[in-house]
């Protein structure tokens, strides 16, 4: 059986159409009765549909005066849409089939659904009149409607070939006037990235700066839903000005690369947590002093003591060697008031550098046997294994960007990392697998008797920014060769013409930033723009950024420019650039555009290629996920730090969570892999943090790698993956409803259809008294909700086997203070005892819709949805669809999608074999 999406809603909202009455319905289509016309409802009774009116008699002398004058009202309506009225040896006619099987439930005293078909409007013009039409398509398709039929597929063929030539035929010829997608503005991922292109600028920081975009079929890629209002154009103008100046040069002179160390033992964010105080007395919220593998006494001792606070806390230039060999070791994850990082570097400029880190890891002992979970800090030895550093970035006014992670090996070895900074950022280290010291009381829950791991950082050395050129590209582009000079804590730009210098400036800039040729006319306006501003007092400088502020929020640089039918070679170069890069096309796409080197199938295949194996394809791996996975919502819930003390605080599992799920997915597309790995792969994309959380041993180190998944492990593919199991989850408790629906939609490409009114949410009991699928019962018992629980809950049956962050697991959590089950008792990554008691056993069994076959556990349900290959292909190329053209899948698309599938079956339905056909497709192709 085929599954097809509801069509997208409001669709036409932007664009101009004519509204026809609905008594005229124009139509295009192969067959004789499909042209335009205009009904006469009273000449159409009397004559074209004479059978239908004879057939309505009939029922009139055999049943309820009502109903027959239902149906042949009913009749009469329905022949506006144009379908053969007339019964044939393949079955009744359209009409007939209608007032026969639908009416008992969609007449005007029954409205189930809220559908009167009697009073159901023609106009296919009107989406949502169109929608219904479809809906009532596709349930009659997939056997839904009737309810409870014996139908065949035999019986609804001739109602569904004639209602399915109307639709496409409609919706054709809306296409054909429109284009299927309307004008829509750049997104917030797609201005950054755009920006920081034109800008050779990588290390802007802007998508945050913006208002969230609106979401519509999941993305954030749908005109209909990308909406500018006042308050958005003044922050799009705000942050255009604010990111041109970040990029102008700050001095006169080129910038002296540097190649700075920074010691551990010479940095305040180490070494003023040596010395106890009376707000900390406690040693794992205290730095440790080495040298190597033992406790630098005499610096405790003065810490300790002497209460030394000015230091020096080392030996400085005055003994390299010893210097080398000094540390400042943690046996803590960073957590107030033990932040710890290398604050004597701050980026001197914007751009990229090379770190680099001298680590080792250290063993503390117990202070004394009683209370061996205290570490002593006169007591260290060599470390017993290696321990995970994650390396954030600081920005003004304390914003934290992850920027890479390294191993700390148990001997002292250097780790090396390339990071993107802005100005005057500096750089944090946490040793991620530590625990967390929340107070009050806290305890290390990786102290044993034998004593606790710790992290000692040596140094840091920070070299660049690394190919600088002077002035950087940014600035060039906006101001070529103009003399500049020193002003303040700024430069000024000198112009001896500047009507000259505006007009040539401005022309380069806009040929840049435009993603089609520019004509002259269309520079001008903005050099006037600039020319005003300097007679309202504005220097050279500030007035060519208002005039480059405003090209930046300029439709032509702002939208994305689409002509109705086929697209030209920019436009086509733009869908590229901003399907497979989030961004403007490059240079060589461009110049493709302008040789109209991307109009047959070689050519566009060639580009696909090589944009895939480029840098910058990781951009659309993250914007997709974001949004198809919810990846962008992973830290919208905290696990409860009562019944998950175990993933409370824990960062390294939620971002290597996260990076587990766009590695695997480009691992999907770079080996071409089937579609078939979103349900089960014998892969996963993990490192220890994750190898831990699966269960999966021989995993060490915090790189991701690709790991064969162990026989009888439940890992593999997207459904088990912990950062789509935490989205789907509250923090708290999971939900069979949330996931169920979450996966069906998105996996499966069959969304539920909304909740009823007045209904309520299903509360979920923490103390485990009863379970979700025992309350999901007593909801099912309600008619209205009966119907679509039955195809939503069992797939969310079967996930109730992972817990809020997707540890696996086969019995609930629960706290209740009266219980009598024996508590499970520890203490977390924040250092606080926790105890729960496990409650009911988890049933993963179920039945899956439509006959798709019955499973026990999670591996029993992906063999199942395996099955449904091309199901899963489907829904996956309608995703990408929507993502690279900009608008939802429609009803006619329908035959494009199942040719694209055709020829991906040869390849198994492999994902980069899918984008491939997309990009050649006619919906890509045109508007």
Known sequence: MTFYHTPPKGRFQTRKTTQKAESQVEVAGDQPYLKSIVIDISHLFATRDKSLSEWSLQRFQSGPMHRSILALTFGVLFTGLVLPAVSTA?????????????????????????????????????PKVFATWQKMHDRVEKGEMPPETKLTKKDTESFLAALRNLLAGADRKAIDSEGRAVVRRLNRYEYENTLRDLLDAPYLQIKDMLPEDGELHRFNKVGEALNVSHVQMSRYMQTADTILRQVLAIDTNPPKPVDKKVYAREDNSFNRKIAYSEFNRSPERSTFPLIGYEADLETLKNC???KETKGPFGVGE?????????AMGVVASNYEPIEVGFSNFRAPYSGRYRISFKTYTFWAHPDNPKNWWKPSREK?????????????????????????????????????????????????????????????????????????????????????????EFPNAGHKLLFGDLKFTKKGNSIDVTSDNPARDANKLMANFMRRAYRRPVQAEQVRPFVELVGEAMKSGSNFRDAMITGYTAVLCSPGFLYLEEEPGELDSFAIASRLSYFLWNSAPDDELRSAAMNKALSTPQQLDAQVE?????????????????????????????????????????????????????????????ENLSTKNIIQSDFVMINERLATHYEIPGVTGVELRKVPVPKGNPRGGVLTQAAVLKVTANGTTTSPVVRGAWMMERILGMPPSPPPKNIPAIESDTRGAKTIREQLALHRSQEACNSCHTKIDPVGFALEAFDVVGGARDKYRAIDEKSKVKLVQGYGKNGQAFKFHEAQRIDTSGELPDGMGKFKNVDELKRSLLIQDRLVARNMTEQLLVFATGTGTRFSDRYEIDRILDKAQADDYGMRTIIHEIVKSPLFKNK
């Open 610 to 670: 090589r944009m895939i194996k480029d840098p910058k394809f990781d951009r659309f791996i993250t914007a997709f996920l974001d949004y198809w996975l919810d990846l962008r919502k992973s830290l919208d819930t905290t696990p409860d730090e009562n019944l998950y003390a175990d993933y409370y605080l824990d960062d390294a599992l939620i971002e290597s969570a996260v990076d587990e799920s766009r590695a695997f997915f480009k691992q999907l597309i770079l």
């Open 318 to 326: 005055a003994n390299p060697e010893i210097r080398e060999k000094e």
């Open 380 to 468: 260290i030895s060599i470390g017993r294994r290696s321990e995970p550093v994650s390396v954030y970035s600081l920005t003004h006014p304390g914003i934290l960007r992850k920027v890479g992670a390294f191993d700390a090996q148990i001997e002292p070895s250097v780790s090396t990392i390339e990071v993107d900074l802005l100005k005057n950022d500096m750089l944090r280290v946490d040793a991620v697998r530590l625990f967390r010291s929340r107070p009050p009381a806290w305890h290390n829950p990786n102290a044993t008797p034998e004593g606790q791991p710790g992290v000692a950082y040596q140094w840091m050395q920070a070299e660049g920014p690394l190919n600088v």
């Open 90 to 126: 393949a079955g009744p006619s359209p009409q007939e089939f209608m007032a026969a099987n639908c009416l008992d439930c969609h007449g005007p005293d029954t409205k189930e659904g809220d559908l009167d078909i009697t009073a159901l409007s023609v106009n296919l013009t009107d």
């Open 304 to 306: 300790d003591e002497k």
